[in-house]
């Protein structure tokens, strides 16, 4: 079937402006997760998604930085206020079981940040 | 805290010259250690899962091995498709949830 999706592949954002970033995980994939990968660095942990509960948000960087999954399948990452340090890879994974499953990503959004 | 550390950052080889790649990690009650490939633009992609000390897993030139402080990714007569970077991340005990803390990864480059 289908891998993960995300969209856009690509944004550009003027510092200030909301973006939001979307993310079909594989069909029927319970658990999401959201990472960060700056340049050159590996992935750092955002947030985590068991069906539309938000069960771990402690990687989010600050207050600007929501996650959703309201029908326990699509997730939106939204970052209010974006500001060039956002600047970054976010990289989308589903897993099938509720948590200690290998993790399969999608191609990413680069964000970047004028 | 959980820790993984990945050496060395960049490998280069020779076609068909085999090597290894190191990932040793400090966590607190490993779940599983994975192993994961990522091209240019890409995002990572699942090579292995190694759950307990001794676990070996292989696939095509790629074999995965794991001890109790550290894993290694041995890669037999590669060749120049291998060329990818290579992270190693694990998942902890229940204090850290579901994540996978990632290492910094390898970037390989197999010549011709």
């Known amino acids: 079937g289908a891998g993960v999706s995300q969209s856009p592949r690509y944004k550009v954002a003027k510092r200030g402006q909301d973006v939001a970033l979307r993310c079909d995980p594989i069909?029927?994939?319970?658990?999401l997760f959201w990472y960060q990968q700056a340049l050159g660095q590996g992935p750092e942990f955002l947030t985590y998604?068991?069906?539309?509960?938000?069960?771990?948000k402690s990687g989010l960087p600050s207050d600007r930085f929501f996650a959703e999954r309201p029908e326990g399948s699509v997730s939106t990452l939204k970052i209010q206020r974006t500001q060039q340090e956002d600047s970054a890879v976010y990289l989308c994974?589903?897993?099938?079981?509720?948590?200690?499953?290998?993790?399969?990503f999608g191609p990413g959004t680069r964000l970047t940040v004028l | 805290e959980d820790q993984v550390t990945q050496s060395p950052e960049a490998l280069r080889l020779q076609e068909g010259e085999s090597s290894s790649l190191n990932c040793s990690y400090t966590?607190?009650?490993?779940?599983?250690l994975f192993w994961y490939r990522q091209d240019p633009g890409k995002g990572p992609e699942f090579l292995f899962t190694?759950?307990?000390a001794g676990e070996e897993k292989e696939k095509e030139r790629l074999k995965a091995t794991l001890t109790k402080k550290e894993s290694f990714l041995h890669i037999t007569a590669p060749k120049p498709e291998d060329s990818a970077t290579y992270l190693c991340?694990?998942?902890?005990?229940?204090?850290?949830?579901?994540?996978?803390?990632f290492g910094e990864g390898t970037q390989l480059t197999v010549n011709p």
């Open positions: 991340a694990v998942q902890a005990g229940e204090t850290s949830g579901s994540r996978l803390t």
């Open positions: 069909s029927g994939h319970v658990s």
């Open positions: 190694l759950y307990s």
């Open positions: 966590v607190s009650g490993l779940r599983g």
């Open positions: 998604f068991q069906n539309e509960a938000q069960l771990d």
């Open positions: 994974a589903s897993s099938f079981g509720s948590s200690y499953n290998e993790q399969f």
